[in-house]
């Protein structure tokens, strides 16, 4: 029997995670969905036979029929969702951010040590995605030797309006910030963030650029640029002593006509991180269903994947970038307590 699955937040990624459970994931079905926009929710619910619209998150996580939650509403109500999943004693895949504030997600550790077992997921899908998959088994190898340093760039074809350079930081930035040190195997104990002047986007700071300092002295160079007007594009370089790692281009055609040679790039994110979302979300489910049926319960719960510890990472490290942003308008600081942070946390609350 499918364990039962309950969404809030039916946007453009909710409604993608909506019908990629519908479509490609085995032993779990949609079975509810909530929208801040009722006619939304309808809409989404309507596309997959025996789901319901409900008319708020909280009936939603409620719902007898719901055994696990997956959020992917506003981010600034991350916080609130899912510490009312854990409270309901249900496991929860929680969209990037976990929040967007540092207090928030140890709130959220808090809650998920009184319950005595990890809960939450969060979705940093790029765990999942074959490319860096196989970059961190090649760095691992050891083939290209110590890995010193890492170019990033992370572009958006166009951003939503009403955009914010902090958004550039906490909803796109967040997922270089958890996935170099994922990869490295080391942690961010310094941050920095620059920006060039540009007349075309004077509401906010595009691009940007920001250097994490890892452990063990290893660099990684991020440039962030969310109106690159061209398309989509991920690209990832780690240098070590000995060579170099480089995410390739997906598999894609090339033409040749009209004198010219193109390359097609992906509109948004849903289109190149497919099959990293599909891998997220099955492996959570399964996590789910072998939690559900085992007898015996370990700290680790449901969970299958990055957990409300790295989703805490990931909001210590973008605080300080803001903070490197607000400190200098224009070129970064270098900004070194988050070791103190980190520790603090983990001892208290002994995550590993
Ligand atoms: C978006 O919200 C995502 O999660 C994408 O993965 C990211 O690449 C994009 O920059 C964000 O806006």
């Not at 504030?101 to 979705?123: N, P, S, Y």
């Not at 805490?312 to 070791?339: D, K």
Request: include cysteine.
């Amino acid at each position: 029997m499918n364990i039962g699955i309950g969404v809030i937040g039916v946007g453009v990624m909710g409604a993608d995670h909506v019908n990629t459970i519908s479509t490609a994931i085995s032993g779990a079905e949609v079975r509810a969905v909530f929208d801040i926009d009722p006619s939304r929710a309808a809409r989404v619910a309507s596309s997959v036979p025996g789901a319901k619209p409900l008319s708020s998150a909280q009936s939603l996580i409620e719902e007898f029929e719901v055994d696990a939650l997956l959020i992917a509403s506003n981010d600034a109500t991350h916080a609130q969702y899912v510490l009312s999943a854990i409270a309901a004693g249900k496991p929860v895949l929680c969209e990037k951010p976990l929040a967007p504030t540092v207090a928030e997600c140890e709130k959220i550790l808090c809650a998920e040590q009184m319950a005595g077992l990890r809960m939450v997921q969060v979705g940093f899908m790029r765990r999942f995605d074959p490319g860096y998959v196989e970059m961190q088994r090649r760095l691992v190898s050891g083939i290209i030797g110590r890995p010193m340093l890492a170019h990033c760039s992370h572009r958006n074809a166009d951003v939503p309006s009403g955009w914010t350079s902090e958004m550039t930081v906490l909803g796109s930035a967040v997922h270089e910030i958890d996935v170099m040190p994922w990869l490295f195997g080391k942690k961010v104990i310094g941050v920095n963030w620059m920006a060039p002047s540009s007349a075309i986007t004077a509401k906010f700071r595009d691009p940007q650029v920001l250097v994490l300092e890892l452990e063990a002295g290893a660099l990684v160079i991020c440039e962030l640029f969310v109106k690159c007007g061209y398309g989509y594009e991920i690209r990832c370089e780690i240098v070590g002593e000995k060579g170099t790692i480089e995410l390739a281009p997906l598999a894609s055609v090339r033409v040749r006509s009209d004198f010219k040679m193109q390359t097609d790039f992906a509109s948004d994110w849903r289109g190149r991180f497919a099959e990293a979302y599909r891998r997220e979300l099955q492996s959570w489910v399964n996590g789910v269903i072998r939690w559900r049926s085992s007898k015996e319960q370990t700290e680790f719960g449901p969970v299958n994947g990055p957990d409300a510890w790295d989703g805490y990472c990931g909001a210590v490290v973008s605080e300080a970038v803001l903070r490197s942003m607000a400190y200098s308008g224009r070129m970064g600081v270098a900004f070194q307590p988050l070791p103190e942070l980190y520790r603090k946390c983990r001892d208290a609350l002994a995550y590993a």
